[in-house]
């Protein structure tokens, strides 16, 4: 079973500090991405990366920034948090080609902006 | 609007019934269709996929696409208390996964 890991779990943060939401795979899946979970929202997409280096973004990129330094790990910052950022963010990462790729998600962090 | 839409808002079954979720979606352009499903305090997690007209089959569960009508389902039989979550229906166009939507959900309760 693909194995994706995020921390922390939970997260308190105040407003205009800066929070780093981090997530690792084992699975050595090339794609990972970062979805926020909202009520009235469903899921939506932040940032996504293609693989080590690379980092696109998603439908709802403003106020958040994307690392990927290596295959494993995949990072979201809040430079600047504010409590509209307050949600469960889900990592995930993928295999498989285009529309026919498998998600494989954390079990999310949950952050409170304060 | 959302392009992915999904029916009911929730939905209770008694143990060893059948429940059946719906989603329809306002974009032709969609080609892929999934089903996740989300246990309270977990991740998503992927149920099945249908990209063809017709039925697909897995064990307790049957999804049924009809694109001429933009419409997919989901059957469970035999339902099963552990099948209580929210279970999201996803669209994605033809060749990438950053298009791919997630419908609003609908969460079952099945009771014992």
């Known amino acids: 079973e693909a194995a994706v890991t995020q921390s922390p779990r939970n997260k308190v943060a105040v407003t205009g500090g800066k929070v780093t939401l981090s997530c690792n795979q084992t699975n050595n899946h090339n794609n990972m991405y970062w979805y926020r979970q909202d009520t009235g929202h469903g899921l939506r997409l932040i940032h996504y990366s293609y693989g080590a280096g690379s980092t696109e973004k998603g439908d709802i990129p403003d106020g958040y920034k994307a690392s990927r330094p290596s295959q494993e790990n995949f990072s979201l910052i809040l430079e600047l948090a504010t409590p509209s950022q307050t949600s469960v963010y889900f990592c995930?990462?993928?295999?498989?080609?285009?529309?026919?790729?498998?998600?494989?998600f954390g079990s999310g962090t949950r952050l409170t902006v304060l | 609007q959302q392009k992915v839409q999904q029916s009911p808002e929730s939905l209770s079954v008694p143990e060893g019934g059948m429940a059946s979720l719906n989603c329809t979606s306002s974009d032709r352009n969609f080609q892929y269709f999934w089903w996740y499903r989300q246990h309270s305090g977990e991740g998503p997690k992927a149920l099945m996929s249908i990209f063809s007209d017709g039925d697909k089959k897995e064990g307790r569960f049957t999804a049924h696409l009809n694109k001429a009508s933009l419409h997919v389902s989901l059957h469970i039989r035999d339902s099963q208390p552990s099948d209580s979550a929210l279970y999201f229906c996803?669209?994605?166009?033809?060749?990438?996964?950053?298009?791919?939507?997630f419908g609003l959900g609908t969460t079952l309760q099945v009771q014992p």
């Open positions: 996803a669209a994605s166009l033809t060749g990438n996964t950053r298009k791919l939507i």
């Open positions: 995930a990462s993928g295999v498989g080609l285009g529309g026919a790729e498998t998600l494989y």
